[in-house]
């Protein structure tokens, strides 16, 4: 079995070697489904994580962005991994490594403790920055489209009312903050009753309720009272229904046709019951 650094394209080698001489690689976190290599490694008495990106990779560039202008909040007391070393060309980085057990498949996942934390994580995070951007939903919506013009498994009847619905939407202003992106179970680690954070490889700006999109569908609907422990440690929900409409759309859709695309069939299914939940609400709305 080949060692798990040796996976790594030559120059991103060269850089783990050169930042930490003597690296020794204990594990293979990688989830196997996107072009990401995750390795937990140990330099001398320090444990750090490596990521490492492919030649597709879009993920790591959002990371290192996300630790050098958005995490700081978080860095500060303790509830995410300080990032030691960054190379955005070679599609590389290094942070430390969080002590703790991923939530997800946990007794903690249907704790509401944990979804108080996790909202009052998410609103230090939302609560650094305010854009206006008049661009954002016409970006998304015409990348809604070309999801719906690429391959998926979406019946032509169901493809083709999501077009017109995208189609004819106004192109509102919203307000951007900066957001995790992938706001859930399998991203939080609990240790000793504290919760952190990990995995910013979607961080970016976007309206505050898009952090709120993998929750709704998942943690919210298998764990009642969630949602209301999550609201009450987040102060507010900026959910306004049009808006929040708009975005479960774009989610159902890029949901079904990216999970096609790599063949998760299990998040694809989930895609399709998002897109039937907003198909049966755009019906009742009319």
């Known amino acids: 079995m080949a060692h798990p650094i040796g996976t790594l394209a030559p120059h991103q080698r060269a850089l783990i070697?050169?930042?930490?001489?003597?690296?020794?690689?204990?594990?293979?976190?990688?989830?196997?489904?996107?072009?990401?290599?995750?390795?937990?490694?140990?330099?001398?008495?320090q444990a750090v994580v490596?990521?490492?990106?492919?030649?597709?990779?879009?993920?790591?560039?959002?990371e290192i962005r996300a630790h050098r202008e958005w995490?700081?909040?978080?860095?500060?007391?303790?509830r995410a991994a300080r990032m030691l070393h960054a190379d955005v060309e070679a599609?590389?980085?290094?942070?430390?490594?969080?002590?703790?057990?991923l939530v997800q498949g946990t007794a903690a996942a249907a704790a509401m403790d944990t979804y108080v934390q996790a909202g009052e994580l998410l609103r230090a995070c939302h609560a650094q920055a305010a854009i206006e951007d008049g661009d954002y939903e016409p970006r998304m919506n015409a990348r809604a489209l070309a999801w719906l013009d690429g391959p998926h498994r979406i019946a032509p009847e169901a493809a083709e009312e999501l077009r017109s619905m995208v189609r004819s939407w106004p192109s509102a202003t919203v307000t951007c903050v900066?957001?995790?992106?992938?706001?859930?179970?399998?991203?939080?680690?609990?240790?000793?009753?504290?919760?952190?954070?990990?995995?910013?490889?979607r961080a970016g700006l976007r309206p505050a309720a898009e952090d709120f999109e993998r929750l709704a569908v998942q943690e919210f609907v298998w764990h009642p009272g969630a949602e209301e422990a999550f609201l009450s440690g987040y102060g507010t929900d900026p959910r306004?229904?049009?808006?929040?409409?708009?975005?479960?759309?774009?989610?159902?859709?890029?949901?079904?046709?990216?999970?096609?695309?790599?063949?998760?069939?299990?998040?694809?299914?989930?895609?399709?019951?998002?897109?039937?939940?907003?198909?049966?609400?755009?019906?009742?709305?009319?």
């Open 240 to 286: 306004e229904p049009d808006v929040w409409f708009r975005q479960r759309v774009r989610s159902a859709i890029g949901t079904a046709c990216w999970a096609h695309r790599i063949g998760d069939r299990d998040f694809e299914a989930q895609g399709h019951r998002m897109i039937a939940d907003v198909r049966a609400e755009a019906a009742s709305r009319r």
């Open 91 to 101: 599609k590389v980085l290094v942070t430390e490594y969080l002590p703790g057990a």
């Open 178 to 201: 900066p957001t995790h992106g992938d706001w859930q179970c399998r991203n939080w680690l609990l240790d000793d009753g504290v919760l952190r954070v990990i995995d910013f490889g």
């Open 17 to 45: 070697e050169a930042w930490l001489p003597g690296v020794e690689i204990e594990a293979d976190m990688s989830w196997g489904l996107v072009e990401t290599t995750v390795l937990r490694a140990r330099v001398g008495e």
């Open 50 to 62: 490596v990521k490492a990106g492919g030649a597709s990779d879009h993920h790591i560039e959002r």
């Open 71 to 78: 995490t700081g909040p978080w860095v500060r007391c303790g």
